[in-house]
């Protein structure tokens, strides 16, 4: 079983900058990669990004790309979501994944992922 944690979530303008954490306890080493995920309200849930825990590659959708970061500390066991260039499209609920099942690339899809945190509100206003 892993336990995730998420935190950081808030408000903020149009264009500001928020930092999310995910933070993994358990049977960390069965993790593949941990993914952050999203829904807004009335949507159904969408793959912004996710990270290899064990190598240096990361993965975004293209909704994201190119403002989001996100980075991993396997010392503390810990993901972060780094948003910048916020837009109010990218309010939603944020989720943090963990998978254990190996994929040679990401495909972006929840149903990979066995393990998930609570949620994260993240809302930008216009």
């Known amino acids: 079983q892993v336990h995730l944690i998420e935190s950081g979530g808030g408000l903020v303008q149009t264009g500001g900058s928020l930092r999310l954490s995910c933070t993994a306890s358990?049977?960390?080493?069965?993790?593949?990669?941990l993914g952050w995920f999203r829904r807004a309200p009335g949507k159904e849930s969408e793959f912004a990004a996710a990270?290899?825990?064990?190598?240096?590659?990361?993965y975004y959708s293209d909704s994201v790309k190119g403002r989001f970061t996100i980075s991993r500390n396997n010392n503390d066991n810990t993901v972060y979501l780094q948003m910048n260039s916020l837009k109010p499209e990218d309010t939603a609920v944020y989720y943090c994944a963990a998978r254990k099942w190996y994929r040679a690339t990401e495909t972006g899809k929840a149903d990979d992922y066995t393990y998930w945190g609570q949620g994260t509100q993240v809302t930008v206003s216009s």
């Open positions: 358990g049977r960390t080493a069965t993790i593949q990669a």
């Open positions: 990270v290899k825990w064990s190598r240096p590659e990361s």
